[in-house]
Structure formats: C-alpha cells, structure tokens
C-alpha cells in the first residue's frame, strides 16, 4: 500500500530587498518524490497565515492531480493523503467555519481546502 504524502511550508517575506515570500511544496509516494513546487509569489503578502494557507491550498491541489493520474493509471490510493505543514492559523481556517467571515477574500480557496479535509 502507498501513502501519498505532501509537505507543504513558505518562506514569508525573507528577502530583505523587496519582501516577497516563496511557497513550496514536495509530494512524496511512499518514499518517493514524485512532485514539487518552488516559487516566489509575484505580490506581497501582508499577512503569514493567509499566504500559508495560499501554499496549503496549492499543495492540496497537487494532491488531488497526483490522485487522480494515478487513479488513471490503475494504481489504488488506499489511505488518505496526508499534508503537512506548520501553521496554526492556516489549520484553524481550515477546521472552523466561524473564520470565514475574515476571510472572504479568499473564499474559494477556503471551501476548497473544506471540501478537501472533509473528504479525506
């Protein structure tokens, strides 16, 4: 059985000339890297949860893409994925529904990461 495995975490604002950040993810099938993502965010984020929760949402997107090319290929993900990453803000938005009303700014992303953590 293979265990599909996300490891998603950002670097907020650390360049000290323009103050972007950079958000990364890397997807392991079992011990296998098997996708990742590296890139600097073309704006500035003011705020380090709503751009850990952008980086948790891209990686769960992956999750699903890599999901679903196996699913084509006949290979059987029989747990459910796992996601890591290290924000508890990012964790509360995407476990309480009382935080929406914050962040509607992102309102798709915010019941896309719902729908994703309900199903699995």
Known sequence: ???LQTFSDVDWASDLDDRWSVG????????????WSCKQQQTIARSNTKFKYKALVNAAAEIQ?????????????VHSSILWYDNIGATYLTSNLLFHARIKHIDID?????DQVLCG
């Not at 990364?24 to 890297?33: D, T, V």
């Not at 893409?65 to 993900?77: A, M, Q, R, Y």
């Open 1 to 3: 059985m293979l265990l």
């Open 110 to 114: 915010f019941h896309y990461i719902q």
């Open 65 to 77: 893409w890599i999901k679903s090319v196996l699913n084509d290929l006949g290979v059987p993900i």
């Open 24 to 35: 990364a993810y890397c997807a392991y099938l079992g011990n296998n890297l098997v996708s």
